[in-house]
């Protein structure tokens, strides 16, 4: 018998008005998890890799699909990170222990607060902090359904869930 599954994240994407916090607009997609980001969670699962301590929500802008063959090298320049947010360093997601196969960022979602008027195509995450960084482990990419575009008034808020179920 030969099953595979897919594997990778779902992402919940909100933006939220910063003043009342009413989320204005929410849209849940599954990414893609690339052979980068794969090959690094079964060499730590199963070969003795040196894991990633912290992982970093990178949003990026240009009208980009993700792709199997992307790596942290290759994905921030054809996807066109975005940097114009609050905050020195990409925004890290603190999970919780996993619980029932999932782990998540729910009790901490991540939150970006822009300067202007910006547009967002998709989300990745990657194991390096520095904004504009083109080196680490993809993890995870995603394009959104449809652009996100977030001005001071707002801020997008952004929950990522991995789920591994036994088939």
């Keep these: 018998m030969n099953e595979t599954t897919k594997s990778g994240f779902t992402y919940t994407v909100e933006t939220v008005r910063r003043k009342t916090g009413e989320v204005v607009e929410r849209e849940t997609i599954h990414n893609i998890m690339p052979a980068q980001g794969r090959n690094h969670a079964l060499d730590?699962?199963?070969?003795?890799a040196t894991p990633v301590t912290a992982?970093?929500?990178v949003p990026y802008g240009n009208d980009y699909a993700p792709q199997d063959t992307d790596t942290a090298a290759t994905f921030i320049g054809l996807a066109g990170e975005l940097t114009n947010y609050t905050g020195s360093t990409r925004i890290a997601i603190n999970t919780a222990a996993a619980?029932?196969?999932?782990?998540?960022?729910?009790?901490?979602?991540?939150?970006f607060e822009f300067d202007a008027e910006t547009t967002i195509r998709g989300l990745a995450l990657i194991s390096t902090p520095s904004k504009g960084a083109a080196s680490?482990?993809?993890?995870?990419?995603?394009?959104l359904a449809s652009p996100k575009t977030p001005d001071p008034n707002f801020l997008l808020r952004v929950l990522a869930v991995i789920d591994l179920q036994s088939a």
């Design 44 to 48: 730590v699962l199963l070969n003795e």
């Design 136 to 143: 680490g482990i993809l993890l995870s990419a995603v394009r």
């Design 55 to 57: 992982w970093y929500l």
């Design 99 to 111: 619980s029932g196969g999932v782990v998540s960022n729910s009790a901490n979602r991540a939150e």
